[in-house]
């Protein structure tokens, strides 16, 4: 039987750091509201010049490195991303030239902050059925490009970056089971409801969001879709080592272990550090946490996205 195991994992971070008490010189905002609504301390923010193939890439680089891999080995690159470099062609292929590996299969996802989830589920279906035997899987983000910044309800909450995952066929088990869902009646609360036609902007080009709203939802469906991961893979709660929820909000990820039962020693936070980086937020809170020693080899790690659709889902990976 083939499975895929994860053998390397990588972030790509923008070097400027912005902090809640920056925010509050250009706002009416304050650190203590940013913290305490969200536990949201700083996030990264990208140059103009740099795009979500240029972060992916630099994720990519660092997974493959930690899987000492080299580029030509890949045969599949999937890119979970809401903000693109273009509307084509596709930031996977643009990422792909970047990292000098040609002919592979590249695609992206486009499943907001479930993207990550999504992409990784996809991409372990091609290993497991034989297609392909090592995948570059990867959340590229540059939110800042849709945020009004006269906004302060939605300004404060996001930031940039990508996280990569390197997969491969394997004769033992790595990712367990994985489950998604969609409802796209629930579109409205969370979009940028705008498009291109005729060379202008049609509609928004920024984020809106229903905040009360999509945080309920979240914790609804984080919970559902967790244990509906575990009946799927035949485990129990007790099981998982760790909990990545998508880093939205401290008190969304909080709500969702206590629901689940699980300590809050076993969550995994990073949205103090990073804000929400939508597709970005799993990848790169896994790659923090495998480098700084928390999660090992043979730990069980469940994997959750919930964002705009809209989406959710969730992967359990033995590491
Ligand atoms: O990845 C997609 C997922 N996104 C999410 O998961 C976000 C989910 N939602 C949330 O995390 C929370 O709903 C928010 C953090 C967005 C908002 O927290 P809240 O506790 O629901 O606050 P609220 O929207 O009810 O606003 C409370 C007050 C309002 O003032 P009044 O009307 O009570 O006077 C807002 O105007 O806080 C005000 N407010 C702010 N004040 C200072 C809203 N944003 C800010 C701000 N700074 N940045």
Redesign the pocket.
């Known amino acids: 039987m083939i499975w895929s195991r994860i053998v390397g994992t990588g972030s790509g971070l923008p070097a400027k750091i912005v902090t809640n008490d920056d ?1 509050a010189k250009r ?4 650190d203590e ?2 913290r305490t ?2 536990g949201i301390r700083q996030r990264h923010i990208a140059e103009p010049s740099q795009t979500s193939s240029d972060l992916g890439a630099d994720a990519s680089r660092a997974a493959l490195a930690a899987a000492r891999i080299n580029p030509q080995e890949i045969d599949l690159i999937i890119v979970a991303t809401a903000t693109p470099d273009y509307i084509f062609p596709s930031t996977a292929c643009i990422m792909q030239a970047k990292l000098g590996i040609k002919g592979c299969t590249a695609f992206d996802v486009q499943a ?2 479930s993207g990550f989830v999504y992409a990784l589920a996809i991409a372990d279906k091609f290993i497991r059925s034989g297609q392909n035997r090592c995948a570059l899987v990867v959340g590229t983000e540059v939110y800042s490009r849709i945020l009004d910044w006269n906004d ?7 930031g940039d970056g990508a996280g990569a995952v390197v997969l491969k066929a394997d004769s033992k088990p790595g990712i367990l089971g994985s489950v998604l869902h969609a409802d796209g009646s629930y579109a409205d609360i ?1 979009s940028v409801p705008g498009n291109v036609c005729g060379g202008k902007i049609v509609g928004s080009p920024f984020l809106r ?7 309920k939802f ?1 914790v609804k469906v984080l919970d559902e879709v967790a244990r509906e991961t575990l009946a799927l893979c035949g485990l129990a709660t007790a099981d998982i080592d760790w909990l990545i929820p ?1 880093q ?2 401290v ?2 990820l909080e709500a969702t272990a206590k629901k689940l039962g699980i300590e809050p020693s076993k969550l995994i936070v990073t949205v103090d550090r990073h804000g ?1 980086t ?1 597709a970005a ?1 799993v990848p790169l809170a896994l790659d923090l946490a495998i480098r700084d020693g928390r999660i090992k080899r043979g730990h069980k790690v469940m994997l959750q996205g ?3 659709g809209f989406t959710w889902g969730a992967s359990l990976v033995e590491m």
């Open positions: 925010l706002m009416d905002t304050s509201w940013i609504r969200t907001v902050c302060r309800g939605t300004a404060v909450l996001f969370l969001m229903e905040g009360q709203a999509v945080f979240a998508h939205a909000n008190r969304i929400n939508s937020s919930v964002g705009g």
